[in-house]
């Protein structure tokens, strides 16, 4: 059996502490074969399609597309972040501190940077929030890919992008560990709100063990159940809560990607 929570950068020693007391408590419930440590995947994609998983967390673009029928949705947390609000999110356009530009129009026949291409948050959100101020098909003048949010962030500080979105919480997290790059940053604006990071389960997860995954996971983040710790640990990743949702809550990611193709937007 496999767990992990990959996607956010998440201090270390606080997502021990949250393990260890959901881990306890699907013991409670009777979940057999947990994992002592959580695992930190390599390859994502054939992590989260493994037969074993009992829970990781995915993106919602992947979700709705690559792992539409493989995979099981548990849900999405809450996070006190500017951004957010319960289980949805969004990304927030990062530019360097002495940009002229403030504002996303202005940012016609720029350099933007992604992460990756079957990101919501770095590519999708971007995509969407430029295809109505597109051109012949195209915005920016070049779409950079950096291979990590981390890294796009290094690129628009050091001038080898002018512009990035970034999901909100793994921005405000990486403020935190990174403050020489995000002290040369500022934010213009978020994009639209999308539902969080999904957290996922194997499609072969029974419905009991779903239903179980369910209530430990809202029982963890709830604050009449958590010991100090646990308490300290939540607080450092900025969890609020959890909100059980399904496959169909992430159609829109793909929906929305589907409709800038229609719409003409190209490779920006």
Known sequence: MICALPMYPFPQDSLR????ALRASLQQAGVDGLPQKLSQPEDLLEHWQRGDLLLSQSCGYPVSTLLSGKVQVVGAFHFDVLGCRLSAYSSVLLVRKDEQRTSLPEFHDAVAVCNERHSQSGFHALRTAVASLARDGRFFSQVRFSGAHRRSAQMVANGEADIA?????????LRQQEPAVFERLAAIGFTASMPGL????ALGTSAAVLAQLRQALSECCQAQNQTPAL?????????????????SD????????EQNTKDGLADW
């Open 17 to 20: 502490v949250f393990w260890a």
């Open 165 to 173: 979105a970034l999901d909100c919480v793994s921005a405000f997290l």
């Open 198 to 201: 999904p957290l996922i389960t």
């Open 231 to 247: 308490h300290a640990s939540l607080d450092a990743m900025c969890i609020t809560g959890f909100s059980a949702l399904d496959e």
């Open 250 to 257: 992430y159609r829109i990611c793909a929906a929305r990607a």
